[in-house]
């Protein structure tokens, strides 16, 4: 390497450039590592729904404590639990009245949600709050608010209703600054007015053992309904909108992988061509054709290489930045990510890198391995 | 004979025609050799030294290398033929910027497999020969230019070579240096090494016990200049003994 300043100047282009290429292989599955992660930390494996629409898109599921009785009787199926979506204004005297999302929950011993303070649900017209609503209320457990929900998509304002807060939860699909609550079915039902009292948007099942198997024995059992695994409920999401991450991840990597080996190229070529004379010299002195071209291999991957590893810590810092302006998006769930590292990931980067290296130094080892030692001995001479 | 190359031409194809450098040249070079080859700019010198040092192959005729037609061997058996028999100094030096004197002298040692301790021994051995015993750690660009033609000698020398080829070897030299040079090559020839160098220069080419003068691509003719009367015999490989560039294998 003659010239220490160009190869520095190579170093961090690939830096550079290798840590937008990681950032591009964790966005391109982050969100659906991420949303898996989500899924999974409720505890539950399988979502039942009426159509195959999502959750709260479609409509809803009738009679839904009997279907769920019924569903977690099935020998295959651990728990099963109906949800009801609606939203709630909460009002707490003295304070400014919070837009909440409000979800009815059926019997189960298993829930969706982690208590941090105070109690469980236990009796009716009790409510669980997240902790942005226990801020905004200031609020603690044992303190009592007006509810007015808002049920079945209808805006038409519904009778206050009074609930005791029972305690604060953390529920896995919270964002950073909405305010969640959560009650059993009936106290929802009555805060819905009497309304499709036995109604859910979703009946949530975990499975003693194999989910594919219970989905299997849930649809048996309920052929009108629709049961989708973990995994098939983050396969319709891939096939919905996050594909779009993943295409611009593909296009952004081929873009960058691109200009990470125009870099190389140019630099190794016109480094090579600066030592034309050296280089025949050295072939005129003994050294083989095979050991002159693989230096410029060797000086490649250096670069690569090096660049490559400073890639990696500049590569995740940049993605923490990201993905902290891509959550500023509303309605992002606090724990969902866009940049997800994973093993993988790591492995592509490593292998599209050494590729890098390996095709970029072609064109110099091309010019290497064809120089003509006579004439470029006298080049040098007359030039 | 180290070489002997006989009827031997070289003819570069060009847009404009073809452009023949060297035409039906006969020539031998005999171990312990110490020959000249001057002529007028663009008359086939360095064509022929290029042929003679095995990187270009005439157009046609047959140039033998201890018996041995250097055209049909491969690439790589002609490196190894170069790397072990044939040192080459240039007009400028070609030196590797980065490494030191020392390294550079040891890069054609290393490349042909030569252990580290050899090495070492064998380098300081070359650079204390070469006069530069001091200047080892010294890179090219803290050397003066008859200093870098001194490192590239000990590194043409480094592997025990039987010739010498040097093209213009005091060309970036001024007067004094150029003839430290031409006494240093003189020694290496008076230790057993066969020596070739093409140059302009009439005073370096008159300490050569043998001058061919080219034109147009010939021999023009061949003279042994007064007192400097070709040896009895040529001095036999390792008889030289005395100092580094020992062509004893
Ligand atoms: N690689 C080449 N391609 C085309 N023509 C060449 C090539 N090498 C040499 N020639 C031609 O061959 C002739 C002899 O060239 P050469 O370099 O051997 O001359 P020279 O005697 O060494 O000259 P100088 O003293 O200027 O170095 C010149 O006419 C030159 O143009
Ligand atoms: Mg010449």
Same mark, same amino acid.
């Given at each position: 390497?003659?010239?220490?300043?160009?190869a520095?100047?190579?170093?961090?282009?690939?830096?550079?450039?290798?840590?937008?290429?990681?950032?591009?292989?964790?966005?391109?599955?982050?969100?659906?590592?991420?949303?898996?992660?989500?899924?999974?930390?409720?505890?539950?494996?399988?979502?039942?729904?009426?159509t195959?629409?999502?959750?709260?898109?479609?409509?809803?599921?009738d009679?839904?404590s009997?279907?769920?009785?019924?569903?977690?009787?099935?020998?295959?199926?651990?728990?099963?639990?109906?949800?009801?979506?609606?939203?709630?204004?909460?009002?707490?005297?003295?304070?400014?009245?919070?837009?909440?999302?409000?979800?009815?929950?059926?019997? %189960?011993?298993? +829930? #969706?949600?982690?208590?941090?303070?105070? $109690? /469980?649900?236990?009796? !009716? &017209?009790?409510l669980?709050?997240?902790?942005?609503?226990?801020?905004?209320?200031?609020?603690?457990?044992?303190?009592?608010?007006?509810?007015?929900?808002?049920?079945?998509?209808?805006?038409?304002?519904l009778?206050?209703?009074?609930?005791?807060?029972?305690?604060?939860?953390a529920?896995?699909?919270?964002?950073?600054?909405?305010?969640?609550?959560?009650?059993?079915?009936?106290?929802?039902?009555?805060?819905c007015?009497?309304?499709?009292?036995?109604?859910?948007?979703?009946?949530m099942?975990?499975?003693?053992?194999?989910?594919?198997?219970?989905?299997?024995?849930? %649809?048996?059992? +309920? #052929?009108?309904?629709?049961?989708?695994? $973990? /995994?098939e409920?983050? !396969? &319709?999401?891939?096939?919905?909108?996050?594909t779009?991450?993943?295409?611009?991840?593909t296009?952004?990597?081929?873009?960058?992988?691109?200009?990470?080996?125009?870099?190389?190229?140019?630099?190794?070529?016109?480094?090579?061509?600066?030592?034309?004379?050296?280089?025949?010299?050295?072939?005129?002195l003994?050294?083989?054709?095979?050991?002159?071209?693989?230096?410029?291999?060797?000086?490649?991957?250096l670069?690569?290489?090096?660049?490559?590893?400073?890639?990696?810590?500049?590569?995740?810092?940049?993605?923490?930045?990201?993905?902290?302006?891509?959550?500023?998006?509303?309605?992002?769930?606090?724990?969902?990510?866009?940049?997800?590292?994973?093993?993988?990931?790591?492995?592509?980067?490593?292998?599209?890198?050494?590729?890098?290296?390996?095709?970029?130094?072609?064109?110099?080892?091309?010019?290497?391995?064809?120089?003509?030692?006579?004439?470029?001995?006298?080049?040098?001479?007359?030039? | 004979?180290?070489?002997?190359?006989?009827?031997?031409?070289?003819?570069?194809?060009?847009?404009?025609?073809?452009?023949?450098?060297?035409?039906d040249?006969?020539?031998?070079?005999?171990?312990?050799?110490?020959?000249?080859?001057?002529?007028?700019?663009?008359?086939?010198?360095?064509?022929?030294?290029?042929?003679?040092?095995?990187v270009?192959?005439?157009?046609?005729?047959?140039?033998?290398?201890?018996?041995?037609?250097?055209?049909?061997?491969?690439?790589?058996?002609?490196?190894?033929?170069?790397?072990?028999?044939?040192?080459?100094v240039?007009?400028r030096?070609?030196?590797?910027?980065?490494?030191?004197?020392?390294e550079?002298?040891?890069?054609?040692?290393?490349?042909?497999?030569?252990?580290?301790?050899?090495?070492?021994?064998?380098?300081?051995?070359?650079?204390d020969?070469?006069?530069?015993?001091?200047?080892?750690?010294?890179?090219?660009?803290?050397?003066?230019?008859?200093?870098?033609?001194?490192?590239?000698?000990?590194?043409?020398?480094?592997?025990?070579?039987?010739?010498?080829?040097?093209?213009?070897?005091?060309?970036?030299?001024?007067?004094?240096?150029?003839?430290?040079?031409?006494?240093?090559?003189?020694?290496?020839?008076?230790?057993?090494?066969?020596?070739?160098?093409?140059?302009?220069?009439?005073?370096?080419?008159?300490?050569?016990?043998?001058?061919?003068?080219?034109?147009?691509?010939?021999?023009?003719?061949?003279?042994?200049?007064?007192?400097?009367?070709?040896?009895?015999?040529?001095?036999?490989?390792?008889?030289?003994?005395?100092?580094?560039?020992?062509?004893?294998?």
């Amino acid at each position: 390497m003659r010239q220490p300043a160009r190869a520095t100047l190579g170093i961090l282009g690939v830096a550079a450039v290798g840590a937008l290429l990681f950032d591009m292989l964790l966005l391109s599955q982050g969100l659906v590592i991420s949303m898996r992660n989500l899924l999974e930390q409720s505890g539950f494996d399988i979502r039942v729904t009426a159509t195959d629409s999502l959750p709260q898109g479609g409509p809803m599921i009738d009679n839904a404590s009997s279907a769920a009785r019924a569903i977690a009787a099935l020998p295959s199926v651990s728990a099963a639990l109906t949800i009801r979506f609606a939203s709630a204004r909460i009002e707490r005297a003295g304070k400014t009245p919070v837009r909440s999302s409000l979800q009815g929950v059926g019997l %189960s011993d298993t +829930r #969706p949600w982690t208590i941090l303070r105070g $109690n /469980d649900l236990q009796r !009716g &017209r009790e409510l669980l709050i997240n902790e942005n609503a226990a801020r905004m209320l200031d609020v603690t457990p044992g303190a009592s608010v007006t509810v007015r929900a808002s049920c079945s998509g209808d805006s038409e304002a519904l009778p206050p209703v009074e609930f005791r807060v029972a305690g604060v939860a953390a529920f896995p699909f919270d964002t950073p600054d909405a305010a969640t609550a959560a009650t059993s079915a009936a106290s929802l039902g009555e805060a819905c007015g009497g309304q499709e009292p036995d109604a859910a948007d979703v009946i949530m099942v975990a499975a003693k053992d194999d989910p594919v198997i219970a989905a299997g024995d849930i %649809s048996q059992l +309920r #052929p009108d309904l629709r049961a989708f695994t $973990n /995994d098939e409920s983050v !396969g &319709r999401l891939e096939q919905g909108g996050f594909t779009y991450f993943r295409q611009i991840s593909t296009v952004l990597t081929t873009v960058t992988v691109s200009f990470a080996l125009l870099l190389i190229t140019v630099l190794l070529t016109v480094s090579v061509n600066q030592r034309l004379g050296e280089i025949a010299a050295l072939r005129a002195l003994g050294f083989t054709r095979m050991r002159v071209v693989s230096d410029v291999l060797a000086e490649s991957i250096l670069i690569v290489g090096i660049g490559g590893a400073l890639s990696l810590p500049l590569g995740v810092a940049l993605a923490a930045g990201l993905d902290r302006i891509l959550k500023r998006m509303p309605q992002i769930p606090e724990n969902l990510h866009f940049f997800v590292f994973e093993p993988q990931a790591l492995g592509v980067h490593i292998t599209l890198l050494a590729l890098t290296a390996f095709v970029a130094a072609l064109y110099p080892m091309r010019i290497v391995a064809r120089l003509p030692i006579a004439a470029t001995l006298r080049d040098e001479v007359i030039s | 004979m180290i070489i002997e190359a006989t009827n031997v031409s070289r003819v570069f194809s060009m847009p404009a025609g073809p452009v023949t450098a060297v035409r039906d040249i006969t020539l031998s070079i005999a171990p312990g050799e110490h020959l000249a080859i001057k002529g007028p700019s663009g008359c086939g010198k360095s064509t022929l030294l290029h042929m003679l040092g095995c990187v270009d192959t005439p157009s046609s005729g047959t140039l033998l290398f201890d018996g041995r037609d250097v055209s049909t061997l491969r690439d790589r058996a002609r490196s190894l033929l170069r790397l072990n028999q044939i040192g080459f100094v240039f007009q400028r030096f070609f030196l590797l910027p980065m490494l030191t004197a020392a390294e550079n002298i040891e890069l054609p040692q290393s490349e042909a497999g030569v252990n580290k301790d050899v090495r070492h021994a064998r380098t300081r051995e070359l650079l204390d020969y070469v006069g530069l015993g001091a200047r080892a750690d010294h890179r090219p660009s803290q050397l003066s230019g008859g200093e870098m033609q001194r490192v590239a000698i000990a590194r043409a020398l480094a592997n025990r070579p039987r010739l010498l080829l040097a093209d213009e070897p005091t060309g970036e030299l001024d007067q004094t240096t150029g003839e430290q040079i031409a006494s240093l090559l003189d020694r290496v020839n008076a230790d057993g090494t066969a020596l070739v160098i093409v140059t302009h220069d009439p005073g370096l080419a008159d300490r050569c016990r043998r001058i061919l003068t080219m034109k147009d691509g010939r021999i023009e003719s061949e003279t042994h200049p007064v007192g400097r009367a070709l040896p009895a015999s040529p001095k036999p490989s390792g008889e030289g003994g005395s100092g580094p560039p020992g062509a004893s294998r």
